[in-house]
């Protein structure tokens, strides 16, 4: 009896193996294709899907910059990456401070009115950017901030996703005790929040700062709303976007090493926050 339970269970296992395993390849090897059309040519790419990298990488990313050779001549890679880490970087540190500090009023405060505050921002949540899009470039014009980075950094005060998840996180991995224990000891509400709760809610951060990056700096529409004709300005994305449609040049080796260049910052945030994510809720809080 217990020969033949361990023999399905050791044969469970190896099928759940087997089908992460085979997860993990549908995964990876978009990004090994990635990597190996980088270092190739033109017309190696465009004969077919190759599986052995080749030796032009670093001729493919001279090109970028070439004038005689590039595809996008109104502003460079360089210029692109600047924009996206000016908008991206800032955007995320507001998104997680102001989104926590959100939850945190929600969760450790009683109010008249938080329950209609929390419903407003749960409806909010159900409303997409391109309804919005409109009553915003009105704003920024109004307000002379129409093709400058502001508007792709402000509105990252109130988000309300991460306001969601910092909530529901919160409720499970934050202790009051400790909250009430710092009043007694005199400390100020910004201090508790800043010296005491945030240390607890590194996990909750690290996940929601990794999607905060991610979504900036992929976000191609409302850059492209907000930001006008001002080449200039011009992130990542649009980048992407300008050297895969320009139908006069095609240069597969300078697009694949573009789009390589463009997804390194997501890797590197993803592999630095990455630790935190698994850490146990309410690091250093009261066992009960």
């Given amino acids: 009896m217990n020969k033949t339970y361990s023999n399905k269970t050791s044969g469970k296992k190896i099928f759940r193996t ?4 085979f997860l993990c390849f549908l995964a990876l090897f978009p990004f090994y294709i990635l990597i190996v ?14 599986l052995i990298p080749g030796k032009y990488f670093f001729t493919n990313f001279q090109s970028l910059f070439d004038p005689k050779k590039r595809i996008v001549s109104t502003f460079t890679l360089f210029e692109a ?23 945190y009023a929600l969760t450790v405060y009683r109010f008249k009115g938080r329950d209609l505050a929390w419903g407003f921002i749960y409806a909010i949540m159900m409303i997409p950017t391109q309804v919005s899009i409109v009553g915003l470039i009105k704003v920024c014009k109004i307000t002379n901030m129409y093709g400058t980075f502001w508007p792709l950094i402000f509105p990252a005060i109130a988000a309300p996703t991460t306001v969601y998840f910092m909530k529901q996180y919160m409720e499970s991995g934050l202790s009051l005790e400790i909250i009430e224990a710092a009043r007694i000891d005199g400390c100020s509400e910004f201090g508790i929040f800043n010296i005491i709760a945030l240390p607890l809610l590194k ?23 907000l930001l006008g004709s001002h080449t200039e300005l011009s992130t990542l994305p649009m980048y992407a976007q300008a050297i895969r449609n320009n139908d006069k040049r095609q240069d597969y080796g300078q697009v694949y090493t573009a789009l390589l260049c463009a997804i390194l910052p997501i890797i590197i945030a993803y592999l630095f926050l990455s630790k935190y994510i698994v850490a146990g809720v309410a690091l250093g809080g009261v066992k009960e």
């Avoid at 087997?18 to 395993?21: A, G, L, R």
């Avoid at 996990?203 to 709303?225: E, G």
């Fill in 18 to 21: 087997i089908v992460c395993i």
């Fill in 37 to 50: 059309n980088a270092t190739l040519r033109h017309a190696d790419i465009a004969s077919g899907i190759k």
């Fill in 81 to 103: 990456f600047r924009n996206s880490i000016i908008i991206t970087v800032p955007t995320t540190i507001l998104q997680i401070y102001f989104g926590s500090l959100t939850a």
């Fill in 203 to 225: 996990p909750a951060m690290a996940t929601q700062a990794i999607f905060a990056f991610v979504a900036s700096w992929n976000n191609l529409y409302n850059p492209t709303m």
